[in-house]
């Protein structure tokens, strides 16, 4: 049996589509669907079933896929590690939300870059969820940390960790209200203040209503600035209340820069998702990047 239509199925059936694997593999579609179908008459057996969008594996191409997949990721990881088994220094491309991954995630793992035992260089991009996934499947990243969970086989994710929400201003707005322990019939007190957030469908302020006071925002945005480290300056300097997690504002709220406006028993939360491409985890230097993070992640909390 041919390896390289080997691959062709395992990234199709990953990708769950003929078009996403020609385009990771740098192929056209018809080439793609001619090594599946040729595989399918040498196995005398349909892989896939053809759908409207992507394909769907059938039995016999879930047990090919699951006995395949291992000694072909193990292959990918002989081949990127040379004959000599090579250690010189790899580079890991990060990409993830701006503001979390220059917090949390660099910091982290800019201490295995100087590691004595296996170093790596490290190249990182920022964006929103859907750019993220949308460039690991496509192999411009190898580690992705995404708030929304990907689906389909081509990617894996693993919960990362939680980070918490909180409702901030400058302490003048809190002795306005008068209160930091909101009812959520209270929240139309909130109505009249300037909001700051990071895009004009004000997306943290409405996941907090939402959650808390079960309403939406009554008012639009009055400062919008694409970054909460902005937002958070703001917030300080007296342009409004936001919501921001707690672990980027926790500094300001110790000195009294900005103040909690409400602390709800259940604050709402934001998951993040640590992101790769199945399979590469074979490869020691993806695989010890993705380890430090989950286990430095347990100290954020």
């Keep these: 049996m ?5 691959r062709t199925f395992v990234t199709v059936h990953r990708a769950g589509s003929f078009t996403r694997a020609a385009a990771l593999l740098g192929l056209s579609q018809p080439a793609v669907t001619s090594q599946i179908r040729t595989l399918e008459r040498q196995l005398g057996r349909p892989l ?5 969008r992507g394909v769907t594996p059938t039995t016999m191409g879930d047990e090919l896929a699951h006995k395949a997949a291992p000694h072909l990721d193990a292959l990918v990881e002989i081949a990127e590690a040379g004959p000599d088994n090579d250690s010189s220094l790899r580079t890991l491309h990060l990409a993830g939300p701006p503001e979390f991954t220059a917090e949390r995630a660099l910091p982290a793992l800019t201490e295995l870059t100087g590691d004595d035992g296996q170093p790596f260089a ?3 991009s920022f964006g929103n969820a859907e750019e993220t996934l949308d460039g690991l499947a496509a192999g411009h990243h190898d580690l992705a940390i995404s708030t929304a969970r990907p689906r389909g086989a081509l990617l894996t994710a693993t919960t990362l960790c939680d980070e918490e929400h909180v409702l901030v201003a400058a302490p003048q707005w809190a002795q306005q209200i008068g209160s ?3 009812d959520p019939k209270d929240a139309p007190a909130l109505d009249d203040l300037p909001l700051i957030e990071v895009h004009e469908s004000l997306p943290f302020i409405s996941r907090y209503w939402a959650s808390v006071f079960d309403s939406r925002p009554a008012a639009s945005g009055t400062v919008i600035v694409p970054d909460l480290r902005a937002v958070l300056a703001c917030a300080g300097a007296g ?3 936001a919501v921001l997690p707690r672990y980027l504002c926790a500094a300001a709220l110790e000195r009294g820069e900005v103040v909690p406006l ?3 028993a259940v604050p709402p939360l934001r998951t993040y998702f640590l992101v790769v491409r199945t399979g590469t985890l074979a490869m020691p230097h993806i695989a010890r990047a993705h380890e430090w993070l989950h286990r430095a992640a347990t100290g954020w909390g």
């Design 262 to 264: 409400h602390e709800p």
């Design 2 to 6: 041919d390896l390289a239509l080997l």
């Design 48 to 52: 896939f079933l053809r759908q409207a």
């Design 180 to 182: 930091a322990n909101l």
């Design 239 to 241: 342009a409004g209340l």
């Design 122 to 124: 490290l190249r990182a």
